[in-house]
């Protein structure tokens, strides 16, 4: 890996983690919106975007195999559908800061799992770096109160937060960023579609309702491929603490557009998650071979990841 590929992989995940959070007020304007029904919509503007960008670009989409098929689901259901229903129904129980207390746990998560999937021990600089993002997040926060099922949909939050990596390693190795981006919203239009022909209304979006769709779905195809490019260099569980950048993202994007008042002791939030993003990812790099690959197919990076040890 050379270190303009390091930067770059660094640099996309923290735009990726900054995107996703700074997205979250906004998708706060679609709280009346049948849930379902906006994901689907979401998913499919996304879709065509990508798609046209890679037809623009003459970038070559990899077509799943079955093998692939089981993998891009789960991502679906857990890391896109499933992810955004816990976190819609975790705050009917619980103040913002829980959730956001707990989701910020993910990095641990990923700090710890990833590296035991691929028969390794967690390294002890990412795991330090990633206990210094989640206390940073729970001081960004403020933690927060909670009733009835609160807490547990919490937690599922951030697993599936988590699984969203983790459930995407093996297939982003196979068919690389850019397709799997596009497989998955094109799974995650169509399912959100069933669902909400099955449990929702049919209403339209309102303007303000329309407007927040189209800056959510841009975000998220940008987020969605720079995410997983990160994943392919870093390693899920390096990567992972950029995650902390995605609350302290939401808490200045929040602050800027007027949705909550400044705290001294979010700066400090800020501030710790970013130490512990620089800490995590001094951990050793990992040596990276481009495979499958050729120049003239014009395609997102694809690279296997080797540790060393």
């Keep these: 890996m050379t270190f ?18 700074g997205s979250v007020p906004i998708s706060g304007l679609l709280v009346d919106f049948p849930l379902f029904t906006g994901q689907s919509v979401r998913y499919a503007i996304g879709a065509v975007l990508i798609a046209l960008w890679a037809y623009g670009r003459r970038a070559r989409i990899k077509l799943p195999k079955l093998r692939d098929v089981p993998a891009l ?7 896109m559908l499933g992810f955004n229903a816990a976190m819609i129904g975790a705050q009917r ?10 989701l910020g746990g993910s990095p641990l998560v990923l ?14 600089r990412t795991l330090l770096g990633a206990g210094v993002v989640v206390s940073g997040v729970v001081v960004l926060s403020g933690g927060g109160s909670w009733t009835g099922p ?16 983790l459930f995407a390693v093996g297939v982003v190795g196979r068919l690389g960023g850019l397709s799997v981006a596009l497989w998955c919203h094109v799974i995650a239009a169509v399912g959100g579609a069933v669902l909400a022909g099955v449990f929702e209304p ?19 195809v940008v987020a969605f491929v720079l995410w997983y490019q990160s994943v392919a260099v870093l390693g899920a569980d390096r990567a992972g603490v950029l995650i902390g950048m995605m609350p302290a993202a939401g808490f200045a994007v929040s602050v800027v557009v007027g949705a909550q008042s400044f705290r001294w002791s979010g700066l400090a939030g ?23 690959v050729a120049p003239k197919q014009n395609d997102v990076g694809v690279l296997r990841v080797d540790t060393d040890g």
């Design 4 to 21: 303009s590929e390091h930067r770059f992989a660094i640099t996309g995940g923290l735009l990726a983690a900054a995107m996703v959070g």
């Design 73 to 79: 689901v789960t991502v679906v259901v857990v890391g």
């Design 93 to 102: 129980f619980a103040e913002p800061g829980l959730v956001a207390a707990v």
């Design 111 to 124: 700090a710890t799992v990833a590296p035991l999937l691929t028969r390794r021990r967690p390294a002890v």
């Design 150 to 165: 609160g807490l547990v949909l919490a937690v599922v939050t951030m697993l599936s937060e988590a699984g969203f990596t």
């Design 202 to 220: 049919v209403r339209g979006p309102s303007g303000r309702e329309t407007a927040a769709l189209l800056t959510v779905a841009v975000l998220t």
């Design 270 to 292: 800020v501030v710790m998650v970013g130490v512990g993003c620089v800490i995590g990812l001094l951990a050793p790099r990992r040596r990276a071979e481009v495979v499958a």
